[in-house]
Nanobody, 114 residues
Framework: QVQLVESGGGLVQPGGSLRLSCVASGAIFNIASMAWYRQVTGKQRELVASITSGGSSNYADSVKDRFTISRDGTKKVYLQMISLKPEDTARYYC?????????WGQGTQVTVSS
């Protein structure tokens, strides 16, 4: 029932900025936490940033001070990315967690290259 749709990915030059958006639909409770993960082909998916229903956020060390996660109500989450580096290149996935269950979007590709 829960569906997540990401948008905002694309090709950006090093040092550039990009904002990813995720909109959730379905039976979503106000206790849901949301997060952004990223994955490079052949590697493990890694947590980039997370935010609780109360607005408390956490970041991977590699993106701290460059990325900002925020949410608009229960069903929307954003990832503002600045000072992008080639190593940020990955497919970014939106995640929603509630009642012990994880839901995932289809992902949006971010490529940082000159």
């Amino acid at each position: 029932q829960v569906q997540l749709v990401e948008s905002g990915g694309g090709l950006v030059q090093p040092g550039g900025s990009l904002r990813l958006s995720c909109v959730a639909s379905g039976a979503i409770f106000n206790i849901a936490s949301m997060a952004w993960y990223r994955q490079v082909t052949g590697k493990q998916r890694e947590l980039v940033a997370s935010i609780t229903s109360g607005g408390s956020s956490n970041y991977a060390d590699s993106v701290k001070d460059r990325f900002t996660i925020s949410r608009d109500g229960t069903k929307k989450v954003y990832l503002q990315m600045i000072s992008l580096k080639p190593e940020d290149t990955a497919r970014y996935y939106c995640n929603l967690r509630q009642l012990g269950l994880d839901f995932w979007g289809q992902g949006t590709q971010v490529t940082v290259s000159s």
